[in-house]
């Protein structure tokens, strides 16, 4: 019991040298009053304060809120610039809306919805897989919006990072090759319409459409688009159903499920088409 005891000691006395050690060993934030620098933000003519520093006579006196202290805090001459910190905050919030940014102001959308279109026409129930569609969506979408996000990075993260512009002007310049490309996409009709329901006018420029009603028009483009093309796409699929089921039914064959006869004609006819290379290359060039 006394050992058992003794060795409880040991070990907390083992920890607080340890944490005693991790304290001394971590250095210090150095904090020091801002001297009359032209480079630090803010100037004695800004300033919001009434009394000097050192005006004070009486314990009421620093309690006021008018006297000034003259305290400037500077982390690795980081004034000005935005924190570590706050840009890891930034990227990751920018993170977390990317999922909806890529679905709804890209080309993501038309793809997905064509693909899954060609697939139920197939009639192939999973084949492709959902993982493989959602994989063929991605890399077209990247394909497509490769220029769109090249001017954004020329246009507006480079000569951020290099200091050149603020962050208003950067999110103005990062949005507008993304505004150019929803309103080659857009039709005018849709756009005319969400300015009448918000009750705006619209002179005809791009520049004057808000970005609230830019997008839902670009979307709706997008779906009709995306099912205009599922349409064609299973046209010459229904023809193939019509003449398996006319033929089942001359022959007497009613209890035969047309569709068990017809998908692997589809199947014949979409691979000697080259039907995934047709509808992808057909797909990609509606964009440009």
């Not at 569609?133 to 954004?152: V, W």
């Not at 979409?270 to 039907?275: E, I, Y």
């Amino acid at each position: 019991m006394k050992s058992s005891f003794a060795a409880k000691i040991m070990r907390k006395m083992v920890c607080l040298l340890m944490t005693v050690g991790i304290l001394c060993i971590i250095p210090n934030l150095s904090v020091q009053a801002a001297a009359a620098d032209p480079d630090l933000t803010g100037s004695q003519e800004e300033r919001t304060n009434i009394d000097e520093p050192g005006s004070a006579d009486s314990r009421e006196d620093l309690s006021e809120l008018n006297i000034a202290n003259n305290l400037t805090v500077t982390v690795n001459n980081g004034n000005g610039e935005v924190n570590a910190n706050l840009r890891i905050l930034l990227t990751l919030t920018l993170i977390s809306l990317a999922p909806v940014l890529l679905i709804m102001l890209t080309s993501f959308t038309r793809t997905i919805i064509v693909l899954h279109f060609t697939r139920a026409a197939l009639n192939t129930q999973t084949a492709p897989p959902n993982q493989v569609l959602l994989g063929i969506a991605l890399f077209l979408t990247y394909f497509i919006m490769q220029p769109t996000l090249t001017r954004i990075y020329e246009e507006a993260v480079v000569p951020f990072e290099a200091g050149e512009m603020t962050q208003e002007e950067f999110f103005a310049a990062g949005a507008k090759p993304l505004r150019d490309f929803m309103y080659t996409q857009t039709q005018t009709q849709d756009v005319r319409v969400f300015l009448e329901i918000s009750g705006q006018e619209w002179d005809g420029e791009l520049d004057s459409i808000p970005f609230a009603v830019l997008v839902p028009s670009f979307i709706i483009g997008e779906l009709r688009e995306a099912f205009i093309i599922g349409f064609v796409i299973y046209i010459p699929f229904i023809v193939i159903d019509m003449v398996v089921a006319s033929t089942l039914m001359s022959m007497g064959m009613m209890m035969l499920p047309p569709t068990t006869i017809s998908m692997p004609f589809k199947i014949l006819l979409f691979v000697l088409a080259d039907g995934w290379n047709l509808i992808i290359v057909h797909l990609v060039e509606t964009f440009y």
